[in-house]
């Protein structure tokens, strides 16, 4: 893709071409959200939520991010309440191009526990590690946090910075 591209025309081109899905979950309870520190892989070394892509087992993306949430941190969400469409283009990386579903819960069973993959710990809503996130982050999850519905875009360059993006509240 070249760099010089409008951003519009690289969304434009995914409107025929379905980005592939992944999902976020967030456990939310008494003013405290669970995030997890990446340990290897795609986004190591940064907070994030659990998540991931679907497996042929997954009848809908809520099985995607039950199955994600257990197999990184050792808890079983309860009653998910989607919060957010978010679309995420990379300019040199384009197998990274994703569409993630993010969720959010306040009920579950488990203790959130340290895994191969994450080791999760609770956060003040208000102490969030923003810089230790995904850029976009600061943008979409505190308005998720604060009960909003939102849809976003989001364009990166090779280095994962981001470059230009979007986002709107829907509800």
């Known amino acids: 893709m070249d760099n010089n591209k409008k951003f519009t025309e690289i969304k434009s081109e995914h409107l025929n071409n379905p980005l592939r899905q992944a999902t976020l979950i967030f456990l939310v309870k008494d003013g405290l959200v669970l995030l997890a520190m990446k340990k290897r892989g795609f986004a190591e070394g940064k907070w994030n939520g659990s998540g991931g892509k679907p497996k042929p087992e997954d009848k809908t993306i809520e099985a995607t991010a039950r199955r994600e949430m257990f197999e990184e941190t050792m808890v079983s969400p309860k009653k998910l309440k989607r919060v957010a469409v978010l679309n995420f283009f990379f300019l040199k990386k384009q197998d990274w191009n994703q569409q993630v ?37 600061a943008l979409w999850l505190p308005k998720v946090l604060n009960g909003k519905i939102v849809e976003g875009n989001f364009l990166f360059d090779e280095n994962q910075k981001m470059q230009e993006y979007e986002v709107t509240e829907v509800a």
């Open 101 to 137: 579903i993010v969720f959010i819960t306040n009920e579950w069973t488990g203790i959130p526990r340290e895994t191969e993959e994450m080791s999760p710990r609770w956060f003040k809503i208000n102490e969030i590690p923003y810089e230790e996130m995904w850029e976009d982050d």
